[in-house]
T-cell receptor, first 111, second 115 residues
Framework: DQQVKQNSPSLSVQEGRISILNCDYT??????FLWYKKYPAEGPTFLIS?????DKNEDGRFTVFLNKSAKHLSLHIVPSQPGDSAVYFC??????????FGEGTQLTVNP | DVKVTQSSRYLVKRTGEKVFLECVQD?????MFWYRQDPGLGLRLIYF???????EKGDIPEGYSVSREKKERFSLILESASTNQTSMYLC??????????????FGSGTQLSVL
């Protein structure tokens, strides 16, 4: 039972445009959501997070939106840069429990 | 900066061999985790530990065991390697303080090939 799903295995955007990565979840108990970025030959690194009491969190070019009624979150990157090309994983947890990860989305930003 | 070090970047083993994957973290984190990453499946939790000599099964523990004799070191053991255990293995750690425990720090990974 995949509780966190990223339905798009890949996404390609032009440099300077917006990248939107999506994530859906099924467990309504999840109360904390995170995005990680992974470059080849490196481990994932924490990017941004959001608590379920909020619907938006922004950090520079990165914004995460949470729609609890739809059980959906998205990561917006504006403007996209070639260095943003990586695999992005969304993850969720409840009450500080272990993380459940999605399948990942490969983002490619073309110069 | 937190450093999570995995002992090998690449490993090639034969079916039936016993395999040890080592992980060391230098930030005095209470919690340590072993994940495997496979294309289309994301990161799946194998085992985790919230304290020395303590271990708990994750989502896919079959065929694996772990050891945590010291706080900084968490070892993953494949008792008898099989070809379906060919994967990228990622170790992670985080603080035990609940407000920050979800922010995992990962090692660079070990790409294991079982022939």
């Amino acid at each position: 039972d995949q509780q966190v799903k990223q339905n798009s295995p890949s996404l390609s955007v032009q440099e300077g445009r917006i990248s939107i990565l999506n994530c859906d979840y099924t467990n309504s108990m999840f109360d904390y959501f995170l995005w990680y970025k992974k470059y080849p030959a490196e481990g994932p690194t924490f990017l941004i997070s959001i608590s379920s009491i909020k619907d938006k969190n922004e950090d520079g070019r990165f914004t995460v939106f949470l729609n609890k009624s739809a059980k959906h979150l998205s990561l917006h990157i504006v403007p996209s840069q070639p260095g943003d090309s990586a695999v992005y994983f969304c993850a969720a947890s409840f009450s500080g429990s272990r993380l459940t990860f999605g399948e990942g989305t490969q983002l490619t930003v073309n110069p | 900066d937190v450093k999570v070090t995995q002992s090998s970047r690449y490993l090639v083993k034969r079916t039936g061999e016993k395999v040890f994957l080592e992980c060391v973290q230098d930030m005095d984190h209470e919690n340590m985790f072993w994940y495997r990453q496979d294309p289309g499946l994301g990161l799946r939790l194998i085992y985790f530990s919230y304290d020395v000599k303590m271990k708990e099964k994750g989502d896919i523990p079959e065929g694996y065991s772990v050891s945590r004799e010291k706080k900084e070191r968490f070892s993953l053991i494949l008792e008898s390697a099989s070809t379906n255990q060919t994967s990228m293995y990622l170790c992670a750690s985080t603080t035990g303080q609940s407000a920050r425990r979800e922010k995992l720090f990962f090692g660079s990974g070990t790409q294991l090939s079982v022939l």
